[in-house]
Every structure is written in C-alpha cells, then in structure tokens.
C-alpha cells in the first residue's frame, strides 16, 4: 500500500520560513518524482498547483515561478523510504494554502509533457493528506 506522509506546515509571518517533509512508502519506481503541489483558499482540487518537484534518480528539479529563488526543494534515497523536503524562505501571504506530497511515477519531461498538474498526479500517482501553511502579512 502506497503512503505519502506529509509534515511541517503551520502558521507564520511573512518573510517567515518553514520545511515541509513527506516520507513514502510502499512503492518502488526508477522513475519517479516527488514534491509538492498546493490548492488555494477557495480552489478546487483539480486547481492544485505544482509547487516544487524533485525526481529519483536524475535529481531534476522543477519549481514553479511564484516560488524560484526562495524554495528549495531537496531528495534522501538512502532508506528504503524515500523522503523529500522542501525549505520554504522569504514566504508571502500568496503562498498560503493546504500543500499536497504528490509521487508522479513518470519522467519529469514526461510530466512536463503532460502538465505539472493535478490531473497528472491523479492519473500517474499518489496524493498525500496535506499540510495547512498560512502565511500573514
């Protein structure tokens, strides 16, 4: 049984930081990748958006624009579990919403082909439970 643990969210001020972790297990995939998408206030579940992907393997990394330069996002395969993090810094209130641990069992050019997007983790992956980050200005 596959499971996405994520972890870490919670209540800061903006230019605060956090870091997120999400361990996963019960799946093996040379070619994968994890991270983070999140959902808005008020947005529905298909609106989530790609924050920051990490793939096994290659170590490729994708990250969205709102984000580049203040998330860095961050892979250890050295258990069998995987985990990944992600070291948010300089937070806006923008970046307010319930964040979601995805595993993509895909290539990142193949997800990039596809879409950073909702639809993709549903079809090609997994979904962990989230984990509220508010941000206040």
């Not at 808005?40 to 624009?65: H, N």
């Not at 990142?108 to 980050?133: C, H, P, R, S």
């Amino acid at each position: 049984q596959v499971q996405l643990v994520d972890s870490g969210g919670g209540s800061v001020q903006a230019g605060g930081s956090l870091r997120l972790s999400c361990a996963s297990s019960g799946y093996t995939a040379t070619q994968s990748c994890m991270g983070w998408f999140r959902q808005a206030p008020g947005k529905e579940r298909e609106e989530r958006e790609g924050v920051a992907l990490i793939c096994t393997g290659s170590g490729s990394t994708y990250y969205a624009d709102s984000v580049k330069g203040r998330f860095t996002i961050s892979q250890d395969n050295t258990n069998s579990n995987n985990a990944v993090y992600l070291q948010m810094s300089d937070l806006k209130p923008e970046d307010t919403g319930m964040y979601y641990c995805a595993a993509v069992l895909l290539r990142m050019t193949d997800i990039q082909t596809l879409g950073v997007n909702a639809k993709t983790v549903t079809e090609f992956g997994y979904w962990g439970q989230g984990t509220q980050v508010t941000v206040s200005s």
